[in-house]
């Protein structure tokens, strides 16, 4: 069973830039759930989707953007990116099922907006 | 929405116990949790609570409760150095959002 996989694992951009992060979720998980992790603050949940479709968003603004494979692997995409947007983001599996939801966490995008 | 709050730092010495605390707003949170974050790393599922029980005992770990004050902690017994990491509080709120703390650094000391 192969854990929760994220790539790339750094990034630099610059302002206006856009960006695709990519998560490979755990084996027979169908839910993905992406965070932004600002430094020296907990993660910030940014949405979730479920079997392809977005289940829950955060308040983050709509250049904040995200898909799900059929293989339940997912991209985020942020475009026009801000110096604020510099963070380590997370990206979480999951089984809908699962009784007490527990979430499987990558090791993260290390993202640098310069 | 949720507010979920932790004290920033604790410094603790080895063998002896840490209890690090966390106090949330939103109560309707079935399962109430703690991650840890190593330096570099992604978040692991340290333990968690269901919202019924005022106890858990996980070897080393215990989880208290306290639903009326909207308290949670985490009780490490005998902490060793490896436990020097970023603890966060996480609860669900009315949304199905999971809301974490800021996070409580515990820096293990000899």
């Known amino acids: 069973e192969t854990g929760v996989t994220q790539s790339p694992t750094h990034l630099i951009k610059t302002r206006g830039q856009q960006v695709t992060l990519r998560c490979s979720s755990q084996?027979?998980?169908?839910?993905v759930s992406w965070y932004q992790q600002a430094l020296g603050q907990g993660p910030q949940f940014i949405f979730q989707?479920?079997?392809?479709?977005?289940?829950g968003r955060g308040n983050f603004p709509p250049r904040f953007s995200g898909l799900q494979f059929p293989n339940y692997s997912s991209e985020l995409n942020v475009n026009a990116l801000e110096l604020d947007d510099s963070a380590l983001y997370l990206c979480?599996?999951?089984?809908?099922?699962?009784?007490?939801?527990?979430?499987?966490f990558g090791p993260g995008t290390r993202l640098t907006v310069l | 929405g949720e507010d979920v709050e932790q004290s920033l730092f604790l410094s603790v010495r080895e063998g002896d116990s840490s209890v690090i605390n966390c106090t949330y707003t939103?109560?309707?949170?079935?399962?109430l949790y703690w991650y840890k974050q190593e330096p570099g790393a992604g978040l692991q599922l340290l333990t968690y609570?269901?919202?019924?029980?005022d106890m858990k005992q996980d070897q080393r770990l215990t989880v208290l409760l306290n639903k009326k004050d909207k308290h949670l902690s985490l009780r490490i017994a005998d902490t060793q150095t490896g436990d020097s990491a970023i603890y966060f509080c996480?609860?669900?709120?009315?949304?199905?959002?999971?809301?974490f703390g800021a996070g409580t650094q515990v820096v293990v000391t000899p």
């Open positions: 979480a599996s999951s089984l809908r099922q699962d009784s007490y939801n527990e979430q499987f």
């Open positions: 084996s027979g998980h169908n839910t």
């Open positions: 989707y479920y079997r392809e479709e977005e289940n």
């Open positions: 939103d109560s309707s949170s079935t399962y």
């Open positions: 609570i269901f919202s019924n029980m």
């Open positions: 996480a609860v669900y709120d009315s949304w199905g959002k999971l809301q």
